[in-house]
């Protein structure tokens, strides 16, 4: 089993009320908007961490995690994206690569709107985080942290912090 603490969207900020929920777990991921450097460093300095950069993030980011995170852990196939859409909504390239390849769990994030919803279309889990950051129209700011398992998501928890 291995937990994970799942954020996106901190747009060069990481609150530090977030630190003890990271600590629990054994690995970050985040869904992209990083925002700067400073902040991986902060991440990678709590756990390991995997990421991929969003459309805020600059070239030295962009350099450094890749447009998607494609991997298998625990038996569970995942896929990271920062713009992927939703269910119902996906983004055009997204949408044909569910078709020919779907995974178990496809995390998002973007939007800085926290949704969780199983796709019965691709039989897959949709997570997006939400915002963890402060910057942008979010009211909370939000991390969720989840177990993997053996093949099984679990364990699923919204942490919510009132904006600063």
């Given at each position: 089993?291995?937990r994970?603490?799942?954020?996106?969207?901190?747009?060069?900020y990481l609150?530090e009320?977030?630190?003890?929920h990271?600590?629990?777990c054994?690995?970050?991921?985040?869904?992209?908007?990083?925002?700067?450097?400073?902040?991986?460093?902060?991440?990678?300095?709590?756990?390991?961490m995997?990421?991929v950069?969003?459309?805020?993030?600059?070239?030295?980011?962009?350099?450094?995690?890749p447009?998607?995170?494609?991997?298998?852990?625990?038996?569970?196939?995942?896929?990271?994206?920062?713009?992927?859409?939703?269910?119902?909504?996906?983004?055009?390239?997204?949408?044909?690569i569910?078709l020919?390849?779907?995974?178990?769990?496809?995390?998002?994030?973007?939007?800085?709107?926290?949704k969780?919803?199983f796709?019965?279309?691709?039989?897959?889990?949709?997570?997006?985080?939400?915002?963890?950051?402060?910057y942008?129209?979010?009211?909370?700011?939000?991390l969720i942290?989840?177990?993997?398992d053996d093949?099984?998501?679990?364990d699923?928890?919204?942490?919510?912090?009132?904006?600063?």
């Amino acid at each position: 089993m291995i937990r994970i603490a799942l954020l996106s969207d901190t747009h060069g900020y990481l609150d530090e009320r977030f630190i003890r929920h990271i600590n629990e777990c054994d690995e970050i991921w985040h869904a992209g908007d990083i925002g700067t450097e400073e902040v991986a460093f902060q991440l990678l300095a709590l756990k390991p961490m995997r990421a991929v950069h969003g459309n805020v993030d600059g070239r030295i980011l962009r350099a450094q995690y890749p447009l998607d995170q494609r991997f298998v852990m625990e038996n569970v196939d995942v896929w990271i994206r920062h713009i992927g859409g939703y269910p119902g909504h996906y983004e055009k390239n997204v949408h044909d690569i569910l078709l020919k390849n779907s995974p178990k769990l496809f995390i998002c994030g973007h939007s800085h709107i926290l949704k969780v919803q199983f796709d019965k279309r691709f039989k897959l889990l949709y997570v997006n985080p939400g915002a963890a950051g402060k910057y942008g129209f979010q009211k909370v700011q939000t991390l969720i942290k989840f177990a993997l398992d053996d093949g099984q998501i679990r364990d699923m928890e919204v942490v919510e912090l009132s904006l600063k």
